[in-house]
């Protein structure tokens, strides 16, 4: 891992200091994501002459920061986005945590931000979970998002790695993403320019410098009517050279019938340094592996084409598009417009969720809120 002193922080150093104010729990129905935040900080500074110091959680306060601080001007941030669980007899449960500690780990090292230890990170995350869990909502949908964060903070505003960092978490309560009226299908638009991420670039590293760029695009769309856009590559005067990368913050399946082998295929972009490496990504992938490919399925991670794609739509074969992400696990997708036309996505008149999407949102839940009992989730 590139980086120095990356030997901690010393989870069993962790100091709590407990709110002597807890805030009032918002009723389920009222919260909304990253709205309102629980009671506590965890945080651990770092300095490249002295290393990690000595972590804590303290009552949630406000940062102090030099306005000349590193994260300000050339974007030294990186962060993670999780959630704990409550299962029915009341444990807390993280889902693959190590996935997005590891994550985050990557991500400091290409942006020239310390690394830690992450078995340490580990540790303190779970500590700060139970710390926090009233905040945690009963029922499935509901959870409390966690956010991982690291900022150079040297005030310094000559462009070099900063010599001083801040790790910290905070955590808000979430219900459930589409409330009580189930799923709804989206509509995309496919943008070729701007783009999200470039080949050799940090597309596939969680730091700040890639979310900004993308608003202007995503307002834009927002007011012709589309919920999400679906970036791509490629040279965008030649549609033949267009291929899907994400979709809003999230990864892309296409589920259809392969034209060559005539079997149903779940198909999603590969790691090739331009896509964030989702765990949810992850996740479908290994249970498509284990439970869809004995019923005949095929599973692949290779490039789609905005041309594949209206072909199969065009030929029947077709079947379902979702994105997936932590927000949401899944979310189906109704349409997509590309070059003036719209690519229709297997969804029936009338129908907002196809089997395959709901099927994966149903596999990964059961194992999030532990009624079915898996390694990837881990009870603190």
Known sequence: MAGFLFHGPDATKLTIHQTESPKDLLPPDQLKFGRSFTDHILSATWSATQGWGAPSIEPYKNLSLDPAAAVFHYAFCCFEGMKAYKDSKGNVRLFRPEKNIRRLNTSAARIALPTFDEEAVLKLLAEYTKTESRWIPEGRGFALYLRPTLIGTEPDLSVSRPISALLYIIASPVGNYFGSSG??????????????????????????????????????????????????????????????????????????????????????????????????????????????????????????????????????????????????????????????????????????????????????????????????????
Not at 192 to 216: C, F
Not at 298 to 326: H, I, W
Not at 357 to 374: A, F, R, S
Request: hydrophobic share 40%.
């Open 183 to 380: 799923m709804k299908a989206i509509s995309l638009e496919a943008c070729s320019s701007p783009v999200r991420a470039w080949p050799g670039g940090v597309g596939d590293k969680k730091v700040g410098g890639n979310y900004a760029p993308t608003i202007v695009a995503q307002e834009s769309a927002g007011l012709r009517g589309f919920q999400q856009i679906l970036w791509l590559l490629g040279d965008p005067e030649v549609p033949e050279q267009q291929y899907i990368t994400e979709v809003g913050t999230m990864n892309l399946f296409v589920a259809w019938i392969n034209p060559e082998t005539k079997v149903k295929e779940l198909v999603t972009a590969p790691l090739d340094g331009t896509i964030l490496p989702g765990i949810t990504r992850d996740s479908i992938i290994d249970l498509a592996q284990e439970r869809l490919v004995p019923q005949g399925w095929q599973v692949s991670e290779r490039r789609v084409y905005m041309t594949e794609l209206k072909e199969a739509s065009k030929q029947g074969r077709l079947l379902e598009v979702f994105g997936a992400g932590t927000a949401l696990i899944v979310n189906p997708i109704k349409s997509i417009s590309w070059n003036g036309e719209v690519i229709y996505c297997g969804l029936k008149d009338g129908e907002e969720v196809g089997e395959i999407t709901i099927t994966m949102k149903n596999w990964i839940e059961d194992i999030q809120y532990g009624e079915v009992e898996h390694p990837w989730s881990v009870v603190v």
